[in-house]
């Protein structure tokens, strides 16, 4: 039985598997929250989802259209598997690693299949900025994403099994951005970088001379759902991880907290001609950061390299007990699980009603 691509677009016509994306009326394999997928078969990415249902063998499965209304490696990588079950299964790890790299940027080389997964991951991410356009650049088209990622899928889901079999065939390609992620993973994993975890809050933070490729960057938070990045110079970043707005399987997870309280407080402390600006929990990445203005997604989902990052007048230890202490109370009485909604989330954004006098 040979399963084939369409564009969402034609989903409502016809029984579909639907990959890292919602459609009611279809077989969905999400890691999204809320998203139907059969609890036997759930994963962190929705690639881990996908191998686990060809391992289950899933009378769904039997359905032979395959869709995503959006493009990135994790949901490619699902959407390729089914149409290659065999080759994708021969592969499998490899391709697991390459949806973690590529959702949740957490590199491990230490891992076996890591060094292969960053090259072809560096390939997709090169082809599709140099051929398409970038991760949430459809904000700048007329065409929606649901539209635009069709050429991406017909052309990635007929090129990569050459470039999986023979990677080296394509270094020119994946080079320069693998050899930024290595030369940036060795900064970040020598004596250069401090690492100061506070577990029970789930933050990890992370001082380091200069900002980095994401990839490098966050090998050093798993386990961890926000990220507070001190620069040389005053320069801060403090960014929830994509671990938490999606269904995370392996353990359980604080919900996302509105940083506006902590936007709030950091800008009345701030003497520079910047102000704290931060995005609401529904948002895929918040990142509570210093800003001249506002940016767009394609450059807050961008590595860091390629955003300017402002100095701050705040003190770094003081940003520090800032944030730690926000973060404590905000979180008191709230016990970690698993498959928190939105609706549980938002109201934790919600102000408790006043008392009303006896």
Known sequence: MSRYYIPFSQVKNQKTIVVDSLHPRSFVLAHWRGAPTPPEVRGDTSADIVFNALHQNLPELAYQAVSANHFDVDGFVGVWALLNPELALSHENMLREMARIGDFRELNLSKPNADLALKLVCWINAQEKAMFYPPFGTEEMEENEVLASVPKFEYFLREFEQVLQHPEAEKEIWESEY?????????????????????????????????THYYALFSLTMGYDMVLMRYA???????????????????????????????????????????????????????????????????????????????????????????????????????????????????YGKPTPKQHPE
């Open 179 to 211: 050899n930024q992620v290595q030369q940036d993973y060795a900064i970040l994993h020598s004596a250069a970088t401090n690492v100061i975890t506070y577990p029970e809050i789930g933050l990890i933070m992370l001082d380091t001379p200069e900002p």
């Open 233 to 347: 110079g005053h320069r801060y970043e403090l960014e929830y991880k994509y671990t938490t707005w999606i269904d995370l399987d392996s353990r359980p997870t604080l919900p996302r907290l509105p940083l506006k309280p902590l936007k709030d407080l950091l800008n009345k402390l701030e003497l520079s001609d910047y102000t704290w600006t931060a995005e609401s929990v529904t948002d895929t990445g918040p990142i509570l950061r210093l800003s001249a203005g506002k940016l767009s997604r394609t450059q807050r989902y961008a590595n860091p390299t390629e955003r300017p990052i402002y100095e701050s007048s705040i003190a770094a230890e003081v940003l520090e007990g800032i944030v730690v202490r926000y973060f404590r109370e905000a979180y008191r009485g709230i016990i970690p699980k698993k498959y928190w909604t939105w609706e549980e989330i938002k109201s």
